[in-house]
């Protein structure tokens, strides 16, 4: 593309509502407004291009996937020296978790400008998440990698991100127990059963066992829910015993 041309095309994007858009988000001027045209189209739209090829965010999320843990993981290597591989990749699988990506997806509001067939209540809290990583892939084609590495710090690192705190977290209770009780060579095992009661949605009861002996209960709408909220329980009542795993966790 000619200089000329280029920058009569530059003006253009200017008046279009969408430039105002991505640019009140991420604070750049976008340049090839085609990829956020593809961030905010869900593939209930069925758009196509003139090669046939779907419109719709889901690429762009795969990309912006992998640019985000690049991104991350880059922070980490450089805020973090002390830390070996196997607590940096820990420490990056807490920043770039499903549930801290929904939250910023929705911090952006990127689900109010979303065009789809499919009524926004029916959305699963994923797509906040997903529209985020689509949004870096956008960025990460249309304006390159240091634009796009300066959003996610201004939108998610500064503002979000307590290293010190995700230090001391636990992303599973569930294997934090695991190994304690590996390592101490307890008998233990989960049990689950589907427990509806009068509801008409399915709920599951878990339990845990030490020694053949219940040690706590719990009830969550799916499996892998009730398991962890039972090992939780499990883990705040031996505390002080699992404390010497947890660093790894």
């Known amino acids: ?9 530059n003006a253009s994007n200017k008046q279009d ?6 640019k009140s988000i991420t604070g750049f001027s976008p340049i090839d407004l085609s990829l956020y045209d593809r961030v905010f189209t869900h593939t209930s739209m069925e758009k196509t291009n003139a090669d046939g090829r779907k419109i719709n965010y889901e690429r762009l999320e795969f990309l912006g996937d992998a640019v985000l843990n690049t991104i991350v993981a880059a922070h980490l290597f450089e805020s973090l020296p002390q830390n ?8 990056r699988s807490k920043i770039v978790r499903r549930d801290f990506l929904n939250k910023v997806g929705k911090q952006l509001s990127l689900i109010d400008h979303l065009s789809s067939n499919v009524p926004t209540k029916n959305y699963s809290q994923n797509v906040h998440g997903n529209l985020f990583e689509a949004l870096v892939g956008a960025l990460y084609i249309d304006l390159g990698f240091e634009h796009c590495s300066q959003f996610v710090f201004d939108k998610m690192i500064h503002p979000l991100v ?17 190994d304690w009780f ?3 060579r307890v008998n233990y095992a989960f049990e689950v059963a589907l427990d509806n009661g009068t509801e008409r949605a399915n709920h599951y009861k878990a339990k845990l066992l030490i020694d053949g002996k219940v040690v706590a209960k719990a009830r969550a709408k799916n499996k892998k829910k009730a398991v ?16 010497s795993i947890q660093d790894k966790h």
């Open 1 to 9: 593309m000619g200089l000329k041309r280029f920058l009569r095309k």
């Open 17 to 22: 509502p969408l430039f105002q858009l991505v």
């Open 84 to 91: 070996n591989e196997g607590s940096l990749t820990l420490m």
């Open 162 to 178: 307590d290293l010190k705190k995700l230090e001391f977290m636990v992303l599973s209770y569930k294997s934090l127990l695991v």
């Open 182 to 184: 590996q390592k101490k």
């Open 228 to 243: 962890e909220k039972v090992a939780k329980r499990t883990y705040f009542r031996f505390q002080d015993n699992v404390k």
